[in-house]
């Protein structure tokens, strides 16, 4: 198995990189952490992802137990051996696509900084300098996540074959399963409900429609969209399979094909436009636009009087 030839090799560059940041000189502009096959891990590269993942756990309210510079390494790692089989393995990825992502990803950095020169300001290098260095990033991991899906796909474990390997494992090594919980709860919605679960489809569909007559999905999901963590890279869930996604939206997105766009899903989070970008294999590449039916503080009290 291609994950068993790092194991051994990373354990060493785990403790060897952490224990070197704690040190890092601040003087130094950067240094190698890691190598795998022709790729380097930079120091840099560690602190951005690490950071990312920190921000990614307050905005999920949760903390992770683990150092965030070795949860970040780890994955460069293994996102760098995936890469490197790919070329070994002379895998393809769309390249328009990675343009395409370069370009939104700019667009997007421009219009936080607010200009071209702000942005170079901030990175302290060039325009084409910062673009360039998006695409290296942006193509690698897309190479490493066709690596990954391939490589999935190969893999077929019985229920059988998982019963048996939990059987052979120590008592030790068993993972602890955290206490679960049974709740119920007393749900009262305001009588205007149905007018606010209206107003919210009759908005998607005048959205859709602007789509159908020319106007870009990721900026009017960008703009409109209630789901904070897709809106702000377009609406653009990723590579997800359908058992990811709760049943409605997934029955309405796997009827589409590449490009198109569905009428207006309801779920528990409330109504959806959702658009195919591509399927590879079991998995969906999908964006959607999320809007929630809207009540006032009068209509939130009513239930209570």
């Known amino acids: 198995m291609i994950f068993s030839k790092w194991v051994a090799a990373t354990a060493g560059l785990f403790a060897c990189a952490v224990s070197g940041s704690n040190a890092q000189d601040k003087f130094t502009a950067d240094k190698v952490v890691a190598v795998v096959g022709q ?8 602190e951005r992802y690490s950071k990312a993942l920190v921000e990614q756990s307050k905005q999920q309210g949760y903390t992770s137990q683990r150092d965030p510079r070795c949860e970040a390494l780890e994955h460069l790692i ?3 051996l995936l890469y490197n089989q790919s070329q070994i393995d002379s895998l393809t990825v769309p390249m ?9 990803l700019v667009d997007e950095q421009i219009l936080e900084r607010g200009s071209v020169a702000a942005l170079e300001m901030y990175y302290h290098k060039p325009i084409f300098n910062i673009r360039e260095e998006l ?5 690698e991991g897309a190479y490493a996540s066709e690596m990954e899906r391939t490589i999935k796909d190969k893999v077929h474990v019985t229920p059988g074959e998982v019963e048996k390997f939990v059987k052979g494992m120590s008592k030790d090594s068993v993972p602890i399963i955290p206490e679960q919980y049974v709740f119920a ?16 489809q009759e ?3 005048e959205l859709r429609e602007r789509i159908i007559n020319g106007d870009k999905f990721d900026m009017l999901a960008r703009t409109y969209s209630e789901d904070p963590q897709s809106a702000i890279r377009g609406g653009d869930l990723g590579l997800m399979t359908k058992e990811m996604l709760v049943p409605e939206f997934a029955e309405a997105m796997m009827k589409l094909k590449p490009g198109q766009v569905s009428g207006v899903v309801e779920t528990d989070y409330g109504f959806h436009l959702i658009q195919l970008i591509e399927k590879i294999g079991s998995q969906y590449h999908a964006r959607h636009i999320l ?9 939130m009290e009513e239930p209570y009087n």
């Open 203 to 205: 908005r998607l569909l």
């Open 39 to 46: 790729s380097v891990v930079l120091y840099s590269e560690v």
């Open 96 to 104: 328009d696509r990675v343009a395409e992502r370069v370009q939104q």
């Open 135 to 139: 695409r290296e990033t942006i193509e």
């Open 185 to 200: 709860q007393i749900v009262r919605y305001p009588s205007n409900a149905d007018e606010a679960k209206l107003r919210a």
């Open 78 to 80: 293994i996102q760098k």
């Open 291 to 299: 809007l929630k039916p809207q009540y006032t503080d009068m209509d």
